[in-house]
Every structure is written in structure tokens, then in C-alpha cells.
DNA sequence: AGGCGCTTGTGAAGACGTGCACAAATCGCG
DNA sequence: CGCGATTTGTGCACGTCTTCACAAGCGCCT
């Protein structure tokens, strides 16, 4: 599920502070979901928690990492130096996650050489020998999105089998290759879809008048939290 | 539904190519979902394309704009100008999608008065004069976990009913107000989690050891795109 | 005018995720 | 040792999302 990072943020934050057991209550509530959710999601995992204690921290720590392969901190080559990588490139959550920054490559000639946080950029042609250097499974591309398609197919073609891809464009990929997008843009547009109900809802409940002025109303959206505590 | 920017992305690439007409097949292929579930996506909007031809493109965009509520271009206060936040401020993405940033802030008075992209940094305790100024509707965390929810409140203090959060952590908010939360490292750990099971999958596929080896095959994680194409 | 091909819109079935509510299990205390 | 408080694990029901398949509608060509 795609919640057990969720979880295991939530863990970790509990182990600092202390904590050696946690209840699902608590741990559902630190991670922002139901509580009777949280625990079907431990089932899966085979985890044993303890009727009338609660889930140990460190244990299930281990689980989850397990589960989610983070007991090797794996290797990423991030491509595309411009912002959003520099940003990229600079993100120590990277690195206390789990993950290390194994590469920074560029199609920009202006931009191999230059170096960002103890790495140099390299150009994205020399991936091959960055592959064969580290053991690459994780790609991240941050390339404009004309480029992005070509990048992946490079990436692919090194044995890549996991992108994350932050360019605004679907990227096609042999079966067995994981793609996941993230679109800023996108997550804004959904939030101005909501500002946009909000507003429809409060102006005017009882116009009801054309067909498109009432449409905002019976949308859903995943992934939102609203409303959570006080 | 919160495809309809993923739509509306294809929309613009499709019109941008010369296309005033597209079959359902055609934008669902570019925007990388199921036929079927496009129609009915848009047939929720009320929206007609014609039997026998189509969509018209340049009607559709229209139409997804008004319900995302684009129509305005709505301002977005960005607090953090860390790494992160530098790269946000910087991405002419949000510009060319509907959106504007009206101001920079930071709780670090050392980097209050700096200018990045044409905006000078404000420090965050000018919030309630930004907001008088703007109206402020939307705004973006990109600061550590740690002042996340200060910042949050801070926000929703002066009017703010939209959050995009970037820091890995639950906010908590008023009824009322929207929360999208987007975390870099979670979507590395996501895919960790994917080539684990494929590791596992592909080296033992007939060991049947321990329940916590034989875990990773039965999991489903939401969001992926996986195999479009060759 | 009529027929044919193409495309939309939608009914129905199935899969999936969610949350309630409760039985089973464990610990601590008298 | 037994009892009560507490918490996990899960059966069940419900609503939502997804997908297939097909009827209805539109335009074009003859």
C-alpha cells in the first residue's frame, strides 16, 4: 500500500520522541488515517502487534523498511540539473530516507562539470558508465518535458526499472518499468478545483441555474486530507 | 475528479499540434487512462462532444478550466524559500498553468530581502499585509517539518482555504479548508517498495520461506502507471 | 434520402477500498 | 487464579471506482 511510508514517517517521529509501543489509535492519528484502515494495513504485512498493548516502534520500524526494501540504501541518478533538480539534488530527506544520490546527469553541455552538493554533473550520455559503476535501479527524471521521454528510454535502456518522473508528460515504458508522476501543477490545479466549489457552494446555493454553474458541486477527489483536528 | 488536469494537459498539447476535434480514444491515449473512464469523466462535467466526430478541443478546455477555476488566475503566497522552495518559486510551470505567485516568505531574516525571479522575500509575519493587498486564496509550505503546522496556521489565519503542503508531516486545519500534501521521499519509497517485489519475485519465486519473504507479492499501490506502450 | 461507419454516453457487473462493530487475546491487578 | 480494561485482528456491509459492452446518435458518401 501507499501508505506504509506514511506509517513509517509516523514511526519514526514515535521513536524519537521515546515511545517503545504505540497503539493503533495514536499511530493512525499521527499518520492522518482511520484507525480500523491503519490496522488492515498492518494485517497484511503479516505484523504481529499485541492485543491490549499495542504495535512495538522498533519492530515494526523493521518490518516496514523491509517490506518496502529499504534495508539497502538504494542508488538514484537523477537527470535534469535545472530548478526543480538543483532542489532535487539538495533535499536531504533523500538521503535520511533511505536513499542515496548516485549520479547528476544533464543534456546541457553549460551544465556538466558544475558541481552541487559534492557531486559533479555529468552528461546524460555518459549513464551507461554511471550504470555500470553503480548498481542503478531508480531513476528520477526533472528534465523539461520534451525531453522527458527521451531520458526514460536512455534510463531504461541501463536497466532502470523504477521512475519518478517530474516532467508534465505521460512517458511511455516497456512492461515490467514502474512509473510514478508527481505534476505540481497539477496538485494546484486540484486545489483551485476545490476553492473554485467552495466558491460556487457559498455564492449562490439556490440559483441553480445552468447546467454548468451547478456542475462543481458532486465531484471527489482522492488523496485529500480536509479537516483534520482543530 | 482530479484527472481533469491530466486532461486538461493533453487538451492544451493537442490544440497546441493544430487538432480542433479528438476522439475519446485519442485524448485518453495522451493522457495515458482508460477510454471508457474518460468519457465518463466528461459526461460528468456535462459536457457534449459529438457522435461520429469527437470533442471539440478548444470547447473542452474551456469547459475543464471554468470547473477547475481557472478562469481567474488565482495568486498563491509561497512560504519557504529554502532549496525547495527556491526551485517552486522559479518554475514557470505554475505561471503557464493558471497560476500566479503573488508572494515569497520565510521565517529566516537572513533571507528576508533577497529577490528570486522578480519577487523579493517577505518575512512570514507579513502575512496578514500580503494578504490584504492579494487576495490570497491558496498557499504553499515548503519549509521544514518542524514549522509546518506554525506556518499552516499562520495561513489559515488570513483566509487561506488551500494548502499545498511539501513538508513530511500531517497538518492539522479547520474544517473547511483543503489539504494536499506531496512528499518527495515517499514516492522514492514507493518505488523501492515496487522493486523489492520485483526482486523478490523474479530471485525466489519458488522458495516459500518465511511469512515476511513471501509478503511483498500481494500489495497494490495506487497511482502507478505502469507497461503504456513500447 | 438512405445506409454505413464511427464515436459518444451509459447500464450493468465486477473489483476494490473503507469503516463499523465485535470476538479473540493479552496484560495488570487484586 | 480470575476478572476487567484495553487493544488487535477481522467478518460484513456499504459505497465508490473501473471496465466491458452496447444502444443511440451524428456525419458523410452515394
Do not use: W
Amino acid at each position: 500500500m501507499a501508505r506504509l511510508p506514511e506509517y513509517l514517517r509516523a514511526l519514526h517521529n514515535l521513536a524519537e520522541s521515546g515511545h517503545e509501543t504505540v497503539s493503533s489509535e495514536g499511530l493512525s492519528a499521527a499518520a492522518g488515517v482511520n484507525s480500523a484502515k491503519l490496522r488492515k494495513d498492518l494485517s497484511h504485512l503479516g505484523s504481529y502487534g499485541t492485543r491490549g498493548v499495542g504495535y512495538d516502534v522498533a519492530l515494526l520500524i523493521e518490518q516496514i523498511e523491509f517490506v518496502l526494501g529499504l534495508t539497502q540504501r538504494r542508488a538514484v541518478a537523477l537527470v535534469g540539473v535545472g530548478n526543480l533538480g538543483h532542489a532535487l539534488a539538495g533535499y536531504d530527506g533523500f538521503a535520511s530516507r533511505g536513499f542515496r544520490i548516485a549520479a547528476l546527469l544533464d543534456a546541457d553541455p553549460s551544465r556538466v562539470g558544475e558541481e552541487i552538493n559534492g557531486l559533479v554533473v555529468r552528461h546524460v550520455d555518459d549513464l551507461p558508465t554511471v550504470a555500470a559503476e553503480e548498481s542503478l535501479a531508480i531513476g528520477v527524471i526533472a528534465t523539461p518535458a520534451a525531453a522527458a521521454q527521451q531520458v526514460a528510454d536512455q534510463l531504461v535502456a541501463v536497466g532502470v526499472t523504477s521512475i519518478l518522473n517530474f516532467a508534465p508528460c505521460v512517458l511511455s515504458v516497456p512492461e515490467g518499468v514502474d512509473v510514478r508522476k508527481v505534476d505540481l501543477a497539477i496538485e494546484l490545479q486540484i486545489l483551485s478545483f476545490h476553492e473554485h466549489r467552495k466558491a460556487s457552494l457559498t455564492a449562490l446555493p439556490a440559483t441553480g441555474g445552468s447546467a454548468l454553474t451547478a456542475l462543481p458541486g458532486g465531484f471527489a477527489t482522492t488523496d485529500t486530507q480536509e479537516a483534520i483536528g482543530t
